[in-house]
């Protein structure tokens, strides 16, 4: 016969020796200690000295070694009951419901793909020059001009001045170059894949693999919000994310809600991965890894 304890059963069962074993304790001291010392003289006193080995006990109502046999079967029983419920004990598997074509969007959806680094900001222009005022002894102590006459007469020649030569200002420093944006792809030659499928052969099998260990983990984790299962909301969440080179998963972000709490439910669950330490298989590009955005549908299905 197949007998299968769940590990509430064998708590129940254990806990259940142990408050029966206590019990039995107390009832023979409950019932040793009430019987009358005076009594048991009268009945049993001229039993007395007949020999060493009956006189071990002073009256044979508080003999205990009389249930010595009873007190072995029980233990017998007990330790029975023990390893016949350790060798059964049953760990199940939590049962993971995963929707029909859970990875499929009904409809498309167009996203702007991330920057992966904003453009500095130019530099602020200079700050005006100060005025400061020239204090009046400053004035004083300066030289008056002179005045020349410049009047000319008919036929005083008038030449131009020559011109001062005046050395040309270094030219501005060149701008500093952009910083290098990595591209980030919506689909590349190799699409990046959920971790736990590297040993398999061909790269068909790796990837309906990846998809399978990908819905179970997000199944497995996700917990329908108590607020949506009692208002009955059904329907499929979208969250984007961007798998890094190195396989971290950020950048992460709700682009289709339905509504009370699931979209942040299926976010944590998303954001778990990088708790866990669940490295993807990075996308490639030409043989070279690439960043890649992921668009992952989570449905929200009560039973």
Known sequence: MNVAFTSNMTFFLLGGI????????YFFRYRMS??????????????????LLSGRNKFPEVDTFRYSQTFLQYGLLATLFVVVAALNWTTFERQVLIPDNALDLTEDITLEVPRSAEPPPPP???????????????????????????????????????????????????????PKEEEIFVIAEDMPRFPG?????????????????L???IYKNIQYPAIARENGVEGTVVISFVVEKDGQVKETRIVREIGAGCGDEALRVVELMNTEGKRWTPGKQRGKPVRVMFNLPVKFKLK
């Open 34 to 51: 009430h019987f009358n010392r005076d009594e048991l003289k009268a009945r049993f006193g001229h039993r007395q000295g007949r020999n």
């Open 124 to 178: 602020p222009p200079p700050p005006p020059p100060m005025i400061q005022e020239v204090p009046e002894e400053f004035i004083e102590d300066l030289d008056q001009p002179e005045f020349v006459d410049q009047s000319i007469e008919r036929e005083t020649e008038v030449r131009a001045p020559e011109p001062v030569k005046t050395e040309a200002p270094p030219p501005p420093p060149p701008p500093p170059p952009p």
């Open 215 to 217: 819905l179970e983990f």
């Open 197 to 213: 499928c590297e040993n398999l052969g061909s790269k068909k099998e790796k990837e309906e693999c990846a998809k399978g260990q």
């Open 18 to 25: 142990f408050v029966l074993t206590i019990g039995i304790i």
